[in-house]
């Protein structure tokens, strides 16, 4: 079956440091991909996706990430965090076999003022 | 993209009683989904409902319990019944085009005494 894994349930990083928010998904052919950030006591807003082509994709306010097929992944990065980043970033697929969308656990991200 | 609206915002209800959620699209969209998110994890997929037809319940999720409506391309309801303090949790609608990404409602926070 296919899934999302995010490994690191929680990353603490200080204002102004870079990130990397790791996902792993399990799929043999090439899966849309999609990261979602749930700020506090907010619902889910879309940060970026990744259908084909060029693997490193932009999304809003300075992330991007990074498919890499080879490592079945899709990494959320960010050059310099802002105390405003502090939310929940989740790493999202579809399921090629069913009308719906894999969820990985989330990464809670605390930024150090 | 969709804009997802969601009534009420929260709701505080005693054991036992039944409370409906309501969800409202501002474009027509062929399937919603509903979600449960429990505090500080990921979110679950409830149940997806198409219009003029029964909703689809995931493992763990049953009619009876959560009756869903649908009565047309912009609306759908989630009822919650006899209810208990392990639902107390938020409840997400959203909409999705099948293999792209998904937009979300803004939740609606539970609490069940």
């Known amino acids: 079956a296919q899934s999302v894994t995010q490994p690191d349930a929680r990353v603490t990083v200080s204002e102004g440091a870079s990130l990397q928010l790791r996902c792993k998904y399990s799929y043999s052919g090439t899966p849309y991909l999609f990261w979602y950030v749930q700020y506090p006591r907010q619902g889910l807003q879309l940060l970026l996706k990744?259908?084909?082509?060029?693997?490193v994709v932009q999304g809003v306010n300075g992330f991007e990430a990074e498919f890499s097929k080879s490592n079945s992944s899709f990494h959320l990065r960010k050059a310099s965090v802002h105390w405003s980043d502090s939310a929940v970033y989740f790493c999202v697929s579809p399921d090629t076999n069913a009308y719906k969308v894999i969820f990985g656990k989330g990464t809670h991200l605390h930024v150090l003022p | 993209s969709v804009l997802l609206y969601q009534k009420p915002n929260r709701d505080i209800c005693q054991s036992g009683t039944s409370l409906k959620i309501q969800c409202v699209a501002d474009?027509?969209?062929?399937?919603m989904f509903w979600y449960q998110q429990f505090q500080e994890q990921s979110l679950m997929l409830m149940a997806t409902a198409n219009e003029g037809s029964e909703a689809t319940y995931e493992s763990g999720f049953t009619k009876d319990k959560f009756p869903i409506s649908r009565p047309n391309l912009t609306f759908s309801t989630l009822t919650v019944n006899n209810a208990r303090p392990g639902d107390s949790s938020i409840y997400f609608c959203s909409s999705g085009q099948g293999g792209y990404e998904q937009y979300f409602g803004p939740g609606t926070r539970l609490t069940v005494l």
């Open positions: 990744y259908y084909s082509g060029d693997p």
């Open positions: 474009s027509q969209v062929v399937s």
